[in-house]
């Protein structure tokens, strides 16, 4: 055994020795604090800067966001975003950078280094998942630096939604490697959101990930840590779908995640490669 090789060992031992749920649980405690007004803006603009986001894009001034919770699930002003509207296209869910990108194949999805999981893995309903064969698919990862809300990648309706309890551990690249979970994606908490389209269904899946215990979703009002307490999954329809354009919101992270966009057959077809790098409303695809 060579001397990375015990390296890559040693990492991944100390990785998966980490206890991500208590963590999880007091950082999403101490970001949902509210702090004194004086201290706001300094610290979300310290923050900001270390770690390289775009603190002028906000909605609100900074010393209107009560807690970092607020200030990191941040609305942004009108206008820092444009979305492509024109027919056929499928834009980008969110900011971040992909992950990977490509067709999905006989059920599966394939990742970096050649790994593949089960696309009924991740929606968690193996009965659904050959409905995205022939189609295809992007995993866009958001670092602490992103705008961390997720909205529609196509017009639609809202028409359900799957939670699906599950491990937070970390989704960062470098250390998803060292922990080295072929099936990160699809062990970790999330949140599925089915969009009804005119090319088929399309899946939003929301990925949880260390630090990030609550998955807001804009059209339940609600975050999932009362979901996570019952510690069951839970599917819930709508009975009045909710119409969207591409563009509109859909929920928000606590803190940088994961999002997985899946597209049918006779949907548009996603066109990225992996490591670049999106804004949310942009074109990544369209009808072939």
């Known amino acids: ?14 990785v998966r020795r980490l206890p991500m749920g208590l963590y999880s649980t007091l950082v999403g405690k ?25 603190a002028g894009e906000a909605e609100l001034a900074l010393g209107e966001y009560a807690s970092f919770g607020d200030f990191f699930a941040r609305r942004l002003r009108e206008g820092a975003r444009a979305v492509d509207a024109s027919p056929g296209v499928i834009v980008a869910p969110c900011d971040g950078a992909v992950a990977a ?5 006989h059920g ?20 659904r998942g050959d409905e995205f064969d022939g189609g295809s698919y992007v995993t866009v990862y958001l670092s602490p630096a992103n705008y961390h809300r997720v909205h529609a990648p196509i017009a639609g309706r809202v028409v359900g939604y799957d939670y699906v309890p599950g491990a937070q551990w970390p989704v960062n690249p ?3 490697e060292a922990l080295d979970e072929p099936n990160l994606l699809a062990i970790n908490e999330r949140a599925v959101i089915w969009l009804e389209t005119r090319a088929g269904a399309v899946a939003v899946v929301m990925v949880g990930a260390a630090a990030v215990g609550n998955l807001w979703l804009t059209h339940l009002g609600t975050d999932t840590r009362a979901f996570r307490a019952g510690g069951e999954a839970r599917r819930i329809e709508l009975r009045d779908p909710v119409e969207l354009d591409a563009g509109d919101e859909l929920g928000a992270f606590l803190l940088g995640s994961t999002v997985v966009v899946l597209v049918p057959a006779h949907g548009p077809r996603i066109a990225l490669d992996a490591g670049a790098v999106v804004r949310q409303g942009e074109r990544i695809g369209g009808v072939a």
Request: hydrophobic fraction near 50%; charged fraction near 25%.
């Open 1 to 14: 055994m060579n001397l990375i090789s015990i390296r890559q060992r040693v990492a991944r031992g100390a």
């Open 30 to 54: 101490a970001a949902r604090t509210a702090l004194p007004r004086p201290l706001r803006k300094p610290l979300y603009a310290a923050f900001a800067r270390a770690v390289g986001a775009d």
């Open 101 to 105: 990108a490509g067709a999905v194949e």
């Open 108 to 127: 599966a999805l394939i990742e970096a280094k050649g790994r593949t999981y089960s696309v009924g893995e991740l929606i968690a309903d193996p009965s």
């Open 174 to 176: 470098r250390i998803a």
